[in-house]
């Protein structure tokens, strides 16, 4: 790894380890290292350590987005990390409705239905159950 994309890596895995997501693309890591190294430098080092938004902001913004558009993956990582930094779940609520009448209403239920997994295995891991299971991503 060159000099600069090392310290975007670092930069990138402080942000990750911020957002309680450190364990994040372990897969990508094990399939081809420099695709994860990559992704930790330009998508966490580079974009989101920029200055400008909040990581809340950016997290208010990554879900919008991922929401908007349907995404059937990585939402769920997305749920965590934004409770992570503090965003409550009215707020996330709040946020998918809104998202909702832009991108229209079925995006809400995929949503919902995410956000609910989300919710159900984390309650359930405070409770002590399914510590075995993966967490969705």
Known sequence: MNKVRNKSFKRGYAVLKKMGREKLMLDQKAMYPEMYEMSVA??????????GLSL??????TLAANIA?????????????????????KE??????????????PTLSLANH????????????????????????
């Open 92 to 105: 996330i609520c709040e946020l998918i409705i809104q998202v909702a009448h832009y991108a229209g209403w």
């Open 114 to 137: 995410q956000f609910g997994e989300v919710l159900k295995q984390e309650a359930d891991r405070k409770q002590g159950k399914n510590l075995d299971k993966p967490l969705l991503v």
């Open 42 to 51: 330009h998508l966490f080092g580079d974009v989101w350590a920029r200055p």
């Open 69 to 89: 558009l349907g995404r059937p993956r990585g939402n769920y990582s997305h749920y965590r990390s934004a409770m992570h930094v503090g965003i409550t779940k």
């Open 56 to 61: 809340r902001d950016r997290q208010l913004v």
